[in-house]
């Protein structure tokens, strides 16, 4: 039997995953040059918005990867992490550039609201979600997320002190599915609305169903506001620390790349599965639940992005991808506004253009000046720590 095998010795750099990052970075352009679209009353389509949902396994894949280069020191003998440790590293890399980005989009909202009446009011009219939950643009908030999701790798590395095996693991991953598929169904997962400027305190929240239960008016009380957000993101990410505690398990690092080509065919096959499940759900000619499908397609494409690290050779290119996707994570939507003012200043909306054919021009002249953007920011250490956290 043909054996997709390589040393790990000799895989110094997973370019699969940056491989992957390139791909999902893109597939989050997609996404937001849709909702670009709507904001701005260009015309979409079923076909549209097909391509938006299997976009989608875009941030599934970012956490599944970042979560498996946080836990991958865990089952290294004598390491260990601390609150203050992983605090300190994390709040650098990950908190440093957005709040820096933040900034940038609050200034950029704010420039556009000036000429509006009380513009200015509604966009500090919720500033404990401006700050803390990605308020200044709708792609923000994963990088609080994935900080708050950050601390699980406390407990996750007393787990690896016990030396739990894989199919204890695969129980606790499956478990953390549910919960989250529950949080979901249950209307108590984090919301981030469509406009929060227009709505305060009804998006970037969490548990709202269980407040409304309690409280006569939920939203007053910021502080739990804050706490409930903070709950509900840590059971988002939890499936995905498992996860990346079970491909970073000794016994699976020694066999990943061992792995025959009729299981990486079959990662692929359920890859396509999921995203196809996933498109029956947004036309509700199927159900299939929320949770199964990130976890099933953040699997897959680990565990692809993993295994073809030993066939794809490195190169330059597919190392600044991989190195830049968090940048171009930061800046698409901001290149993407301005792609649409070209675009209505052109008045190219007389010339009846398919709303496919006006994504994928969004997209693909989104993500070729992001890359550049990014790029350019790689280049000067104080753009890289400030902006890209590198």
Same mark, same amino acid.
């Given at each position: 039997?043909?054996?997709?095998?390589?040393?790990?010795?000799?895989?110094?750099?997973?370019?699969?995953?940056?491989? !992957?990052?390139?791909?999902?970075?893109?597939?989050?352009?997609?996404?937001?040059?849709?909702?670009?679209?709507?904001?701005?009353?260009?015309?979409?389509?079923?076909?549209?918005?097909?391509l938006v949902q299997l976009s989608r396994f875009a941030v599934p894949f970012f956490l599944a990867a970042s979560f498996?280069?946080?836990?991958?020191?865990?089952?290294?003998?004598?390491?260990?992490?601390?609150?203050?440790?992983?605090?300190?590293?994390? !709040?650098?890399?990950?908190?440093?550039?957005?709040?820096?980005?933040?900034?940038?989009?609050?200034?950029?909202?704010?420039?556009?609201?000036?000429?509006?009446?009380?513009?200015?009011?509604?966009?500090?009219?919720?500033?404990?979600?401006?700050?803390? !939950?990605?308020?200044?643009?709708?792609?923000?908030? !994963?990088?609080?997320?994935?900080?708050?999701?950050?601390?699980?790798?406390?407990?996750?590395?007393?787990?690896?002190?016990?030396?739990?095996?894989?199919?204890?693991?695969?129980?606790?991953?499956?478990?953390?599915?549910?919960?989250?598929?529950?949080?979901?169904?249950?209307?108590?997962?984090?919301?981030?609305?469509?406009?929060?400027?227009?709505?305060?305190?009804?998006?970037?929240?969490?548990?709202?169903?269980?407040?409304?239960?309690?409280?006569?008016?939920?939203?007053?009380?910021?502080?739990?506001?804050?706490?409930?957000?903070?709950f509900s993101w840590l059971i988002q990410c939890l499936p995905y620390v498992f996860l990346a505690m079970i491909f970073n398990h000794p016994s699976m690092r020694e066999n990943i790349f061992k792995i025959g080509v009729q299981y990486v065919s079959a990662a692929f096959v359920l890859f396509l599965a999921f995203s196809s499940f996933s498109v029956l759900n947004l036309f509700s000619i199927m159900y299939f639940p929320k949770a199964l499908y990130e976890l099933g397609v953040a699997t897959c494409l680990l565990f692809l992005a993993i295994t073809l690290s030993g066939y794809i050779k490195e190169s330059r290119i597919l190392i600044n991808l991989g190195t830049c996707s968090f940048g171009i994570y930061f800046v698409h939507y901001l290149v993407l506004i301005i792609c649409e003012m070209v675009y209505s200043k052109l008045a190219l909306g007389t010339l009846g253009i398919s709303p496919v054919i006006i994504l994928f021009l969004f997209s693909i002249v989104g993500f070729g000046f992001s890359w550049g953007i990014a790029s350019l920011l790689t280049t000067s250490k104080i753009t890289s720590k400030l902006l890209l956290g590198a």
């Open positions: 039997m043909k054996q997709l095998y390589v040393k790990e010795e000799q895989s110094k750099r997973l370019v699969g995953i940056d491989l !992957f990052r390139g791909v999902s970075a893109f597939a989050v352009v997609v996404i937001h040059a849709s909702a670009v679209m709507l904001y701005s009353d260009i015309p979409t389509d079923q076909w549209t918005e097909s498996y280069f946080m836990s991958n020191s865990l089952y290294v003998p004598k390491s260990s992490t601390s609150l203050r440790k992983n605090f300190n590293s994390k !709040f650098m890399r990950l908190m440093v550039p957005y709040l820096c980005w933040t900034a940038i989009y609050s200034f950029s909202r704010a420039v556009k609201l000036s000429e509006v009446p009380n513009g200015l009011g509604k966009l500090f009219q919720d500033f404990i979600g401006l700050i803390f !939950f990605g308020g200044a643009s709708i792609h923000l908030y !994963f990088v609080p997320l994935l900080f708050s999701g950050s601390f699980l790798i406390l407990p996750a590395g007393y787990l690896a002190k016990k030396k739990i095996n894989v199919f204890t693991l695969l129980c606790f991953f499956i478990a953390s599915i549910l919960m989250y598929e529950s949080l979901i169904v249950s209307g108590n997962s984090f919301e981030f609305g469509d406009n929060c400027l227009e709505k305060t305190n009804s998006c970037l929240v969490a548990f709202q169903s269980f407040q409304k239960m309690v409280f006569s008016d939920p939203n007053e009380n910021q502080f739990l506001r804050f706490i409930l957000v903070q």
